[in-house]
């Protein structure tokens, strides 16, 4: 998000510091100076004040970021109605297809992932409660767009781009906007190997009762067995289902 007025610059600067460790996976204050272009002694200064404040350790003179996060992240997660109802949820989806099932919001103008399932056949990917992805290449980022107001639209793809992931990522915002008119009809949204090759996803909104967007529900898989009938009517059917059980809980609980 671009700086907005009256913000802190030091308090920037060390959350530039935090993602840069995160980044490089645990680094030491040379590699995070040369990673942000900053003064080693700036840099230096703020991973001691973090350290001190328990939000990054440091062993042999390797700075990581603590798990004190982890204690904020639980905290927020937990205060969140829709992740106690789609918990639930999202573990059916992964036991009844056998596949990876993730339940995600907006925040920010991208995709943040707040509960995820295995299923027995699931394969590995990167995802993880918490991790942010962009919005237009997956099917759960779609679906989110495609609930939105086109003006919040407009502001999400003006500030996060449309960057390529794979050969088959939509990078022209007319593009998306088309395929985004035609998940509204059908009601649920595909990522065609668009983030990750190899993976195919299904993703359907979660809605409250005023037509407010609250998550998305997906299910994803390798394109070997996410395909056919099994990709276009069985693994919608059950997201549309699952959906509908959180929406109604949600409002009824």
């Known amino acids: 998000m671009p700086p907005q007025e009256n913000t802190i610059t030091a308090t920037r600067t060390s959350f530039r510091v935090l993602e840069a460790l995160k980044r490089l996976d645990g680094a030491g204050v040379t590699a995070v100076a040369t990673e942000l272009d900053t003064a080693k002694s700036t840099v230096h200064n703020h991973l001691r004040t973090l350290e001190d404040e328990g939000y990054v350790t440091c062993e042999d003179g390797t700075y990581r970021v603590s798990l004190r996060f982890l204690e904020l992240g639980e905290y927020t997660r937990n205060r969140m109605d829709i992740y106690e ?43 993880y409660a918490g991790k ?29 781009g449309l960057p390529r992931r794979t050969e088959n990522t939509i990078t022209d915002a007319d593009e998306l906007k088309a395929e985004l008119d035609e998940i509204r009809d059908r009601g649920y949204a595909y990522d065609r190997e668009e983030r990750l090759p190899g993976l195919r996803c299904v993703a359907a909104p979660v809605v409250a009762d005023d037509g407010n967007l609250i998550a998305a529900l997906s299910v994803s898989g390798p394109t070997t067995r996410i395909k056919g009938d099994r990709f276009h009517e069985e693994i919608p059917e059950l997201l549309r289902s699952s959906a509908n059980v959180i929406e109604i809980n949600l409002a009824y609980s």
């Open 85 to 127: 109802k789609a918990r639930p949820e999202v573990d059916s989806l992964a036991e009844e297809t056998g596949e990876m099932a993730n339940a995600a919001v907006e925040e920010h103008g991208e995709g943040v992932y707040i509960t995820r399932a295995e299923g027995t056949q699931a394969v590995s990917v990167d995802t």
């Open 132 to 160: 942010r992805v962009k919005l237009h290449c997956t099917a759960l980022g779609k679906t989110i767009l495609a609930q939105l107001p086109e003006q919040r639209v407009d502001a999400i793809l003006e500030t996060h």
